[in-house]
């Protein structure tokens, strides 16, 4: 006989489980319930002083208690609860656990397991309704008990599944389902082991039904750090949200983080560079070599598209890494982490070219009124300098219904303007449908597959804006043009790389327009507004690259008027088709051009904002400037960046009016607009 373990609220099904796994393992077990039948003590823990008369029974029946399960929990989905009620919520599911556990701490100690909803791990951060709050609550508590009784009592907890909210778990094929809850049994398995954990304290199982049972330190927090672009950006708060939903605590800054993650780029040499050496100054820190940029650091990690170019010889580059995981492969990083904190090291998980990644709707509740939405994977295209492909896999367009649940959930916990994002991202529904047969048909007659997400996003309540990137000439089609004209929600703004303006260069490049076809999206668009903002990417310097070439580029962008362009000096990218086309233009030159037309955007920009002087535009509040604390800044429909004086009741995601009244390259300068009441 192991001893007595006093588990408290008996009467659910959950805690019979428990009561039969700890007397399966040798456990004498103590229930202690308001209702149940069986009960050893009967007890209400919302009266006063009910833990210390609940413990003084117990000890009165079984002397040698030296474990309890706390398990009773009063359970509420109400975001307001009367005073008595919101007191005997609190009573029972944070103070009698406490109060437990110093008890049994002062009376020979031993071991306490707190039963916790998974969601207070973090991953519904935002929901603040009584329950919740009181489980995250609990959740404190669990650690703080852990460093404060150490070495009189093991204080850990155990949180039953989903590990996200539901309405962000969907089914995908060839996915492990996120949102399915675990059996009784299950959870009855995870407190019966931390209860035969002897080294263990101050850690959390959460028990999703498909996770194994490996401990997550709750005293450990992580850090991720992300290279490159919106893709990276997105799959990095996805990977947040799984860290948070595993027992994780975000860390401020390198100081203070213990796992770092570092998502990486490998569109241009630099970028990749840039990731790999972050890992390697991470890893001295580790070591305790050089600058001490991460003192507590125990786990470094390398995440995305630079992990897939290099596969097994990332560890040629990085010998002491501990976790290496492809771009589609980010849902495995939490167990990954696991594996590590238990002593493996240089693990790699490369995904593969079709797979679907877990936990891409996963989101950072209630941090931004802003987010990112994955709509498809990968890129088909092949552009000769492009390497995308090869480290991003095939298209894959996510199903419709998917994307719709998963932007209706952020539109209900207060995201106002969400993006959608893919690679191409007009090519949605292209190689694999995104519609099913039955999906309900389009309201509008939409045929094609991203004019038609449009039309049910645009539906969607509590959501203000839409915007999508990044888009190619081939799906600015007549349905595209009417969406963006009957839909309000869509923003009148594309980002439409052109890359050049030489039909020669294009053709090398394998870009599948010509010169006039791309000018002829351009005249599309803005020919039912031409105040339409459009936006592009160029590459100077592309092997072979005359002056006439670059004289072809220069002509285009005047006659497309851009609102604003990325300029990028060609960079070769092993295993891409111009890698092996000599590099025959001197960096010298290439940053002339650059420079050319970086002048050339300015002046072309100072043109386009000024005819704006005058207009009322609408903005999205983003809050202070980052350059004059005392004005605020924001994003009018096109994109552009909108600097104002706010005025009280002004707040962050908050849509208002802005008269312009002055203008610069890239930004407008203006004031909050007050109609003047007409007297008739």
Not at 143 to 157: H, P, Q, S, T
Not at 288 to 300: C, F, L, Q, S
Not at 451 to 459: C, G, H, K
Request: with cysteine; net charge neutral; proline share 6%.
């Amino acid at each position: 006989m192991r001893g007595t373990v006093l588990v408290t609220g008996g009467a659910r099904r959950l805690g019979k489980a428990i009561a039969d796994a700890l007397r399966a393992c040798g456990w004498n077990v103590l229930v202690a319930s308001r209702t149940a039948p069986d009960a050893a003590v009967a007890v209400d823990l919302a009266e006063p002083d009910a833990p210390s008369n609940l413990f003084a029974a117990a000890k009165a029946v079984a002397p040698d208690i030296c474990a309890i399960v706390n398990n009773a929990a009063i359970f509420s989905q109400k975001q307001d609860l009367p005073p008595d009620e919101l007191s005997r919520l609190r009573a029972v599911n944070v103070d009698a656990p406490r109060a437990l556990t110093a008890l049994l701490a002062a009376n020979g100690g031993g071991a306490v397991v707190n039963i916790i909803d998974c969601h207070a791990l973090g991953a519904v951060r935002d929901d603040n309704t009584p329950y919740l709050k009181s489980k995250r609550d609990l959740l404190a508590a669990t650690v703080e008990d852990a460093r404060a009784l150490a070495g009189r009592v093991r204080v850990n907890a155990v949180a039953p599944g989903p590990v996200l909210p539901p309405e962000s778990c969907h089914e995908r094929a060839g996915s492990t389902p996120l949102g399915r809850h675990p059996t009784p049994q299950e959870v009855a398995d995870a407190v019966a082991y931390l209860l035969s954990a002897e080294s263990t304290t101050g850690a959390v199982i959460p028990v999703d039904g498909g996770q194994s049972l490996a401990i997550e330190q709750l005293l450990m927090k992580f850090l991720v750090h992300t290279y490159g672009c919106q893709m990276n950006v997105r799959d990095s708060e996805a990977v947040e949200a799984l860290m948070l939903a595993a027992g994780y605590e975000k860390a401020a800054g390198e100081a203070e983080a213990d796992i770092v993650i570092v998502n990486s780029c490998t569109v241009r040499d630099m970028a990749e560079r840039k990731a790999v050496g972050k890992c390697g100054n991470l890893i001295a820190a580790k070591e305790g070599r050089g600058k001490t940029v991460a003192p507590n650091v125990k786990v470094v990690g390398l995440m995305g598209c630079a992990v897939k170019r290099m596969g097994a010889d990332v560890f040629k580059s990085l010998p002491r890494l501990d976790f290496a995981v492809g771009p589609r492969r980010f849902g495995a990083i939490p167990r990954l982490v696991a594996r590590c904190l238990a002593g493996e090291t240089r693990i790699l998980e490369l995904s593969g070219d079709d797979e679907v990644p877990t936990g891409m709707d996963a989101h950072v509740g209630g941090s931004s009124f802003q987010s990112y939405v994955t709509v498809l994977l990968g890129c088909d295209n092949r552009c000769s300098y492009c390497i995308v492909p090869d480290v991003r896999g095939h298209e894959y367009s996510r199903p419709a219904r998917e994307v719709v649940a998963e932007v209706r959930a952020l539109a209900a916990h207060g995201v106002k303007e969400v993006c959608l994002l893919g690679q191409s991202v007009l090519r949605y529904g292209v190689r694999n449908a995104a519609w099913s047969a039955d999906d309900p048909p389009s309201p509008g007659g939409y045929t094609e597959a991203f004019p038609r997400l449009l039309e049910a996003l645009n539906a969607v309540d509590g959501l203000e804006r839409i915007r999508f990137t990044s888009a190619h000439p081939k799906g600015c089609t007549d349905e595209l043009v009417r969406a963006y004209r009957e839909f309000p929600k869509v923003c009148r703004h594309l980002h439409l790389p052109v890359q050049s303006g030489s039909d020669r260069v294009l053709k090398e490049m394998g870009r599948r327009y010509t010169r006039v076809e791309y000018l002829a999206a351009v005249a599309k668009l803005r020919a039912f507004d031409p105040e339409f903002a459009i936006t592009t990417d160029v590459i100077v310097g592309y092997p072979g690259e005359t002056e006439e070439d670059f004289e072809a580029t220069r002509s285009l962008m005047d006659e497309a008027g851009f609102d604003n362009a990325f300029i990028f000096k060609y960079s070769p990218r092993p295993g891409t088709r111009s890698a092996a086309l000599p590099d025959d233009v001197p960096t010298s030159e290439k940053e002339r051009r650059d420079q050319v037309l970086l002048d050339d955007q300015e002046r072309r920009g100072q043109v386009r904002n000024e005819r704006l002087v005058g207009t009322v535009r609408e903005v999205l509040a983003e809050g202070p400037s980052l350059r004059n604390s005392a004005r605020w800044s924001g994003r009018d429909g096109g994109n552009r960046i909108v600097v104002f004086e706010p005025r009280e009741g002004v707040r962050t995601g908050t849509v208002v009016k802005v008269r312009i009244t002055a203008a610069r390259p890239q930004t407008l300068i203006g004031e909050i607009y007050t109609p003047i009441p007409s007297f008739s």
